[in-house]
């Protein structure tokens, strides 16, 4: 498990052409040192091979989307085969992932209008049934509107997909080349993805009717196991432990919305597919809907929690990315707000919405030249820390003066008082942050602010998992831990074992080698 988690965190490398560099390496960071992640990748589960075959899903399919080549898609096949043979959570995988291309096939080859419509009618169908939710009638415990619960968040996550992302095909000419033109490529996938599904559900060919694996376990779960409810958590059970453990996913999962939505209003019509965003809105897509259906799921046990921490941490990952690339490039040239920046891989999403307002020629024809000025380093090495203690002072500031309205008279005007100078404070440094805007741009000033945001949350995820991992990683006192016995209990039986023995000591013999203090175990039917 442990090479997995390693693993997992190496592969990252191969999504810098969707992170970026920084990117890629952040989400190796985040993948390596995310408390559920690392926790459990450390664990006897199968929780820990699942997210390194997850990862490989995803890098297959992307990469061979983009490039084409067929290693790719061998890896996607492969990564597909072993993910079926260790973990029954691959029939959520494929919902949420097959989702994603049906309604990125049907964005690429039906015009927009169309596939809004059809979400549209296909959200009004949903909605009655779930408010009525009747019982269907397979499985126990199986209810149409929970199912259709599922279906409508994925169709959400469609519509705003559909309406950030750049739908000139891209998914759907590959597909038709593979077929038409790699028959060989698709064929060596296939054999990859049958052998290994037959060799571990046939158990290494001595168990034939294992073939049917696939059948048998989505019958199990949804005909006993769901409705089993192992766990016994309610609902919001993952709502409770992101924010504890990994609400770098949740903020992130925010500000990409953000993000995707500045991009679609500002940003100038493209002539090709950016892949990048197209990853943003698939992390974003595939994080939402993993959050709804294991919470929806009868099972929940946190354990599961990394399947919502992976796409979290790779959601962050690439916001991260786009801000880094905002930042980067901007050290040696600013231009003045709204010139023309240009296209290209090493601009982000949010830097392109900005790149043609500025960009228009004269009444000559003649277009101007980009304002070029240094921007001064020190004074974006100031933005962290003065945002940290402007943070710091706002906090003390309404601490106070929040008191104030409690108490005496007198403790009430001593912590007006007190509150005060904290919010003289708090105007400085926000005065201070608005010069520095003035003079390196706005959009600098809030891209550090964001970024000293996500690194503040990261450091609290670094306690989190040295909390979990290293200080008592077997003392079930975090919500993290759930089957741990503490370590106080292997004491007592030591000191259980030395006592018997020191009572017994001159009273066993061959035919009572407990000295008279044997206890019966009396095995029933149940009855």
């Excluded at 990117?23 to 820990?48: E, N």
């Excluded at 023309?340 to 919405?353: I, N």
């Amino acid at each position: 498990m442990a090479l997995a988690g390693i693993l997992m965190g190496a592969s990252c490398w191969w999504l810098r052409p969707y992170l970026g560099k920084g990117g890629a390496f952040i989400a190796a960071i985040l993948l390596t040192f995310s408390p559920s992640l690392l926790y459990y990748t450390r664990f006897a589960r199968h929780d820990g091979l699942m997210v390194l075959w997850e990862v490989w899903m995803v890098i297959g399919f992307f990469r061979y989307v983009d490039t084409g080549r067929p290693v790719y898609l061998y890896l996607l096949a492969t990564a597909t085969a072993l993910a079926i043979g260790t973990h029954e959570l691959y029939y959520i995988l494929f919902f949420i992932f097959g989702m994603f291309v049906i309604l990125r096939l049907l964005a690429e080859l039906l015009p927009t209008r169309s596939i809004a419509l059809v979400l549209a009618i296909g959200l009004l169908i949903c909605v009655p049934f779930m408010v009525w939710n009747p019982p269907l009638p397979i499985g126990q415990g199986l209810y149409l509107g929970e199912k259709l619960l599922l279906v409508s968040t994925a169709l959400l996550m469609g519509s705003f997909a559909l309406w950030a992302w750049n739908p000139k095909p891209v998914l759907w000419p590959r597909i038709k080349h593979l077929v038409l033109h790699q028959t060989g490529t698709l064929l060596i996938a296939l054999a990859l993805l049958l052998t290994i599904y037959t060799v571990f559900y046939t158990t290494f060919f001595s168990y034939p009717r294992g073939i049917l694996g696939m059948y048998d376990g989505l019958a199990y779960w949804l005909g006993s196991q769901h409705e089993f409810k192992r766990g016994d958590q309610p609902w919001y059970y993952y709502v409770m432990q992101l924010p504890i453990y990994e609400p770098l996913g949740i903020v992130s999962a925010i500000g990409a919305c953000f993000f995707l939505t500045i991009r679609r209003f500002f940003a100038r019509v493209e002539e090709t597919v950016r892949m990048d965003v197209l990853f943003g809105v698939f992390a974003l897509f595939w994080y939402v809907n993993a959050v709804v259906i294991f919470s929806w799921a009868g099972e929940k046990m946190p354990w599961l929690l990394v399947h919502m921490a992976l796409p979290g941490n790779l959601l962050a990952a690439w916001v991260i990315g786009q801000l880094l690339r905002v930042i980067w490039p901007s050290r040696s040239v600013i231009p003045d707000p709204g010139s023309s920046l240009g296209e290209s891989p090493g601009v982000s999403a949010l830097e392109d919405s900005e790149s043609d307002t500025n960009n228009t020629a004269d009444d000559n024809g003649h277009r101007p030249e980009p304002t070029e000025r240094k921007t001064p380093i020190w004074s974006m090495m100031l933005v962290p820390p003065l945002v940290l203690l402007l943070g710091i002072a706002l906090g003390m500031a309404l601490w106070r003066l929040f008191a104030s309205s409690a108490g005496t008279d007198q403790a009430a005007q001593s912590n007006l008082l007190q509150g005060l100078p904290a919010l003289i404070i708090f105007g400085a440094l926000l005065y201070t942050i608005l010069t520095i805007a003035h003079q390196i741009g706005a959009r600098i000033v809030l891209t550090l602010t964001a970024l000293t945001l996500m690194a503040v949350l990261g450091g609290y995820m670094v306690r989190a998992t040295w909390l979990v991992v290293y200080d008592h990683p077997d003392t079930p006192i975090d919500p993290l831990i759930y089957v741990q016995t503490a370590p106080d209990v292997p004491l007592y039986v030591e000191d259980v074992r030395e006592l018997s023995l020191n009572l017994t000591r001159s009273q066993r013999d061959e035919t009572d080698v407990a000295g008279g203090l044997s206890l019966p175990i009396l095995i029933g039917c149940g009855h």
